[in-house]
């Protein structure tokens, strides 16, 4: 790879708010998890566990909240405040390996790689 032709990467965090939720129950790792939004009206987010077990995005939670008992999915109710700080990690942590980065959102982030050696970055990644 030429060192001086731009290289970017997208760091997107899967799952966000149910990550940050199982990071401080590690009891929970594998099991269908799901973020409500505030008042507890709808899904606004689910673990990967969730989704493939039927559990739908945005959807009412009163209208899958059975589907979710069901399945043995744990329903949070949203704490964006948690969140937030998650999100200061993540990105504190992307941070060590581009001084330049263009946070898109709560969970994903754009990497300025030009001139780094992006092969040893990928080695530390297996």
């Known amino acids: 790879m030429r ?5 970017f990467a997208l760091a997107d965090a899967n799952s966000f708010y149910p990550s940050c939720e199982k990071v401080f129950r590690p009891d929970l790792r594998n099991s269908p998890v799901v973020v409500l939004s505030n008042n507890d009206g709808c899904v606004i987010a689910q673990s990967r566990e969730a989704r493939h077990l039927g559990i739908k995005m945005a959807g009412p939670w009163f209208e899958v909240e059975e589907r979710a008992r069901e399945i043995g999915a744990i329903a949070f109710s949203s704490n964006y405040e948690l969140y937030a700080n998650m999100s200061n990690r993540f990105m504190s942590t992307l941070s060590q390996f581009s001084p330049r980065q263009e946070v898109y ?13 992006v092969t040893s970055l990928l080695m530390g990644r297996k």
């Open 105 to 117: 959102s709560i969970d994903e982030c754009f990497l300025d790689l030009t001139g780094i050696n």
């Open 3 to 7: 060192p001086n032709r731009p290289v």
